[in-house]
């Protein structure tokens, strides 16, 4: 404007200027992902096994550690925006677990801004444009971030390339839980504004961010988030404006909006999470996991451990769990900052949250006793990474801006932390080195320790000569500045560049010969398939009782999966559902598997089946006990829990003959008193609404082998019906004798509390602004 002092227009311009290129820098490094037949995914993974092996041939996975992307990502984004195609919400997905919810499992981030791409465009270039917007999100929030807590835009650029581009960012780019990553400086710098400036028009901005970060997918990176912002607004209350307890009020106002917003996705995924596996498995037991001390060498040297792209990983962790590298500029500028700007409030905020977050991280001698925290505890400790990068980050601006601003004697002093970091740093990466040659190059590596080491204090030796340059010619910022970035850019694109590959899309998802077949098949009873690979019956319309979601149903579990099996339920609780479980348990029948899929030329299971297809991409054999998924049932035993699952899993039960009821049964009606030769045909199945015609000469009991779970309501004949929780895990109707519809609607009032309580937030939320608008143009002078 033509009315702006200079030095505005400078500001905006820089401001402009950095935010173009962070949004463009994603592009170039991901573009490829959006060009015509290609596709960022992992559905490679799927490609070497069959029958999708038979397929797409002579693929192999190019990144083996995004496996979770192809089985659980990738099919739950597609199948969600599937439904919404079709003009329905997403609450129940029946293809997996037997039916389990959709919308409450957080995976699914059905209301994230960044999800609804997928519901307009094409798959292909939703997935690449995601995870583009991801990285660009992550670089412009944390570069508006830098800004507000008052640090240049240099300063502030380089610390957004080094949150945009960290490894933690980086590896889990194609998981929800990056949505949050790059959510949290945006939540901590609308935290920062509403403490400078006090207005009610930051509480809503604050409560809108706090609700996109719960939407995101991923409940406990959004409390880091929270929590980071939390501790910084107590930090900081003493200098508010306004003072402490008017800020405090309005950030607690701000926070409680923020999660009244996301009640429609939060009280149904805690109503899932009180009745899912992990949640019982963690109340027990969950262990504190961290990296090891070695670990740290990951922030100097990202490849140090090899990658697992080349083959030749050989760390003591998962290179997801080792990857924390922000690149060299942080690191090196980091003494300066604690030097040259301990005063700020800021500095010792960001110093504390790297040193909380870090010990957590690699195991500090307090660590356990935080980790048994609220929040903490939820969920893997590994999860602070990026909390870390966030403070490193932070730290690395805070460090920029005091060599950019040092003069005189904070030169001098700048100047010899630089100096004083290169030789820790240097030998630092030398002990490490030297340390683990003896262990490490026993492992076949592609690149020897020392030259990484080389590499390491090449790339060091610049930025410290960067940085150095700058504290003695600061009329030249722009060409040292540059350079840092450039070195920055440097160390964090090989990582950024190869971790997320781009494949086929004639690979993505394709439909095999033996699912065109089953869907003709099933087509007519609904029977269920055991196909090996989680998820990807919702995929094809199918229905398979396994599945992978992060939480999975623990009634169905601990009947089909690792309680009743002796499987290994694994180190947190949160595995998958597995076909070799249903396969053993002594409920595959009773589930109605009649499919099992298998690789071609596979025998027949122990105790023979019929074959019913055999193709070159997978025989199917048909399994001849399953029982129907609808049928009727006279015989009626009311127990407890403990007593239902001790029945089943000795397998003395006939599930044809007698069902048994739980949930204070004892006012249930009774069955008939022989069993009935009725007839129950499902003659209309959706997502979230099941219809069935039953023709029954006694009482009996209809039992529908799909998950029970609260919101489901029944109707027999248009009249309410009660919904007995039958043989543990699944659903009973009780029919008089004579013809009947029975129906089944999944309606939770969870859904439906939630939607409420949003609403009413969404309205708290606007009136605010409304507010703080209004008053702002009745004050003298506010219309100008």
Not at 382 to 398: D, E
Request: glycine share 10%; charged share 15%; hydrophobic share 50%.
């Amino acid at each position: 404007m033509l009315g702006e002092h200079p030095d505005v227009r400078r500001r905006r311009a820089a401001d402009l200027l950095a935010a173009a290129a962070l949004l463009l820098l994603p592009f170039a490094l991901l573009g490829q992902a959006l060009v015509p037949g290609r596709v960022l995914a992992a559905a490679d993974h799927l490609l070497v096994m069959y029958p999708w092996k038979a397929v797409v041939p002579g693929v192999t996975p190019a990144n083996p550690l995004l496996s979770d992307v192809a089985y659980l990502i990738g099919p739950t984004s597609l199948y969600g925006a599937a439904e919404v195609r079709h003009g329905r919400i997403p609450l129940w997905n029946p293809h997996a677990f037997a039916g389990v919810p959709f919308l409450a499992n957080p995976h699914a981030a059905v209301f994230f801004p960044l999800t609804a791409l997928g519901y307009v465009l094409p798959a292909a270039t939703a997935f690449g444009l995601i995870a583009i917007l991801k990285l660009a999100l992550a670089g412009l929030s944390l570069y508006w971030c830098a800004r507000v807590f008052a640090l240049g835009a240099p300063a502030a650029f380089l610390a957004a390339l080094s949150f945009m581009l960290s490894a933690v960012l980086v590896v889990w780019l194609q998981w929800t839980f990056a949505s949050t990553i790059a959510l949290m400086p945006l939540v901590l710098g609308l935290t920062e504004r509403l403490r400078q400036r006090g207005q009610w028009r930051g509480v809503s901005g604050l409560a809108l961010a706090v609700a996109a970060d719960l939407f995101a997918g991923y409940p406990l990176g959004a409390l880091y988030g929270v929590a980071v912002a939390t501790v910084w607004a107590l930090v900081g209350a003493g200098s508010a404006l306004g003072g402490a307890g008017r800020f405090l009020g309005r950030f607690v106002v701000a926070i409680g909006l923020g999660f009244s917003l996301a009640a429609v996705q939060l009280l149904p995924f805690v109503e899932y999470a009180a009745e899912s596996s992990v949640v019982a498995y963690r109340e027990q037991w969950m262990p504190f996991l961290h990296l090891p001390v070695r670990g740290l060498v990951a922030f100097l040297m990202p490849y140090f451990y090899g990658s697992p792209l080349a083959g030749d990983f050989r760390g003591d962790w998962n290179f997801n769990a080792l990857a924390v590298s922000v690149g060299l500029v942080p690191l090196i500028v980091l003494p300066v900052a604690v030097v040259i700007a301990w005063r700020m409030t800021a500095t010792r905020f960001f110093v504390g949250l790297a040193l909380v977050s870090g010990g957590l991280l690699y195991g500090a001698p307090a660590a356990p006793a935080l980790a048994a925290l609220p929040i903490f505890s939820w969920g893997s400790s590994l999860r602070v990474a990026p909390v870390l990068a966030l403070a490193l980050a932070m730290l690395g601006a805070i460090g920029v801006e005091a060599i950019a601003t040092a003069s005189g004697a904070s030169a001098a002093r700048a100047a010899r932390a630089v100096k004083v970091g290169f030789v820790l740093l240097t030998a630092i990466g030398f002990g490490f080195v030297a340390f683990s040659a003896g262990d490490l190059e026993r492992h076949a590596a592609g690149v020897p320790l020392w030259t990484h080491y080389v590499v390491f204090v090449v790339a060091l030796t610049a930025t410290a000569l960067l940085a150095l340059a700058w504290i003695r010619s600061p009329r030249s910022a722009l060409w040292w500045g540059g350079g840092l970035g450039l070195v920055q850019l440097a160390t964090l694109l090989p990582l950024a560049l190869t971790y997320n590959p781009v494949m086929d899309a004639r690979g993505l998802y394709p439909e095999a010969p033996v699912v065109r077949a089953l869907r003709t098949e099933t087509a007519r009873d609904r029977s269920r398939v055991l196909f090996g690979q989680q998820n990807m019956a919702m995929l094809h319309g199918l229905f398979d009782p396994t599945g992978q979601d992060g939480m999975t149903p623990r009634r169905l579990e601990e009947i089909a999966g690792p309680i009743g099996t002796g499987q290994s339920i694994g180190v947190i609780g949160s595995e998958p559902l597995s076909a070799a479980a249903v396969f053993r348990s002594p409920v595959l029948d009773l589930l109605g598997v009649r499919h099992f899929v298998v690789p071609p030329g596979t025998p027949p299971p122990p105790g023979g089946a019929p074959l019913e297809y055999d193709g070159g991409d997978a025989r199917v054999y048909l399994n001849q006990r399953a029982l129907p998924r609808a049928l009727l049932v006279t015989g009626v035993r009311c127990v407890d829990d403990a007593t239902a699952r001790r029945l089943i899993r000795e397998r003395r039960i006939d599930f044809r003959r007698e069902v048994l009821l739980g949930d204070r049964c004892d006012a249930a009606p009774p069955g008939g008193p022989e069993r009935s030769d009725g007839v129950s045909e499902i003659v209309e199945y959706g997502a979230d609404r099941i219809r069935i015609d039953v023709r029954t000469e006694s009482a009996a009991y209809l039992l529908l082998t799909d998950t029970w779970f609260p919101g489901w309501r029944a109707r027999v004949d248009g009249g309410d019906a009660t919904v007995w929780r039958a043989d543990y895990a699944f659903r009973a109707v009780w029919v008089p004798p004579g013809r009947h519809t029975v129906e089944f609607r999944y309606e939770p009032r969870s859904f439906r509390w939630g939607l409420a309580v949003s609403c009413l937030g969404a309205l708290a939320t606007l009136g605010i602004f409304a507010g703080e608008a209004w008053g702002r143009r009745t004050r003298p002078g506010g219309g100008r």
